[in-house]
């Protein structure tokens, strides 16, 4: 079974989401996409997608409001993730392939969390690069070195680690093809998940971006519940286990 028709055909919302929430790492993306969205600084009333935004379940744990101000549209390959999504957060939704997006350009920001890992993570970069978005921002998982805790997945996701592999990405590639497209990082932040994994959060600006001015990436600002530490693309690495 490929990714793709696991995430199409296979994997229920109930076992991802449980299993999400059980980690922590559901909690965990909700900030961490909170921080990059005050950072991006999208202006009031501008369009936002999150792309592979699956069912929603980041809503549960964002802070009240954070998407008010915005024409919010939720894509995902997955319709019956985006139904469970509607159910949550009144907005546009559209099934769409991030691989080859079809959704009209002009983002003001598009956020993607946790999907590179399952896609044609280059074609993707190229297609949300075509959409002309003026800021990007991106979380990856980072995994400890050596193997993380043990731990049963509910029912459907037990296919990870066995017959189903994401591949977990290095930073400094992300940094690197997405400057081919036009897209120079701009801030950059991490938020660690209890069972060791690391969620790094990566914001990018279109166009010559702050990169180019001769300013080095910056943290975003540690929130006292946020120790996020500066990190330069070479500290991230890919893991080995999901
Ligand atoms: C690990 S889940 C992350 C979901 C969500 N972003 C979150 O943080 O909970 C990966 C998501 O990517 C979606 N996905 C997989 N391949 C995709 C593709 N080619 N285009 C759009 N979405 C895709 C899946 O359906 C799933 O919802």
Redesign the pocket.
């Known amino acids: 079974m490929t990714?793709?028709e696991a995430?199409?055909e296979f994997i229920v919302a109930d076992d991802?989401e449980q299993h999400?929430a059980a980690i922590g790492q559901?909690q965990a993306?909700a900030l961490l996409v909170a921080e990059l969205v005050a950072a991006a600084q999208p202006q009031t009333g501008s369009r936002v997608l999150?792309?592979?935004?699956?069912?929603g379940?980041?809503f549960e744990y964002c802070p009240a409001g954070l998407w008010d101000a915005f024409d919010l549209t939720c894509?995902?390959?997955?319709p019956t993730?985006l139904r469970k999504l509607r159910s949550r957060h009144a907005c546009t939704t559209a099934v769409?392939?991030?691989?080859d997006s079809r959704l009209d350009p002009g983002f003001s920001l598009i956020v993607v969390?946790?999907?590179l890992?399952?896609?044609d993570w280059r074609k993707?970069l190229a297609s949300l690069a075509r959409l002309r978005p003026e800021r990007v921002a991106i979380v990856i998982q980072r995994n400890p070195e050596g193997r993380l805790p043990q731990r049963e997945r509910p029912g459907t996701m037990r296919m990870f680690g066995t017959e189903l592999n994401p591949k977990f990405l290095d930073a400094g590639e992300v940094v690197a093809e997405f400057a081919r497209c036009g897209f120079a990082l701009r801030s950059q932040a991490e938020r660690p998940v209890p069972d060791g994994k690391t969620m790094a959060g990566l914001l990018f600006a279109r166009g010559a971006g702050d990169l180019r001015r001769g300013n080095p990436p910056s943290a975003l600002t540690a929130s006292p519940r946020s120790p996020e530490r500066t990190l330069s693309p070479s500290a991230f690495k890919p893991g080995t286990h999901s």
């Open positions: 990714l793709r995430w199409t991802y999400m559901a993306n999150i792309a592979g935004a699956g069912t379940q980041m894509s995902d390959l997955n993730f769409d392939d991030i691989e969390v946790l999907v890992e399952h896609v993707a």
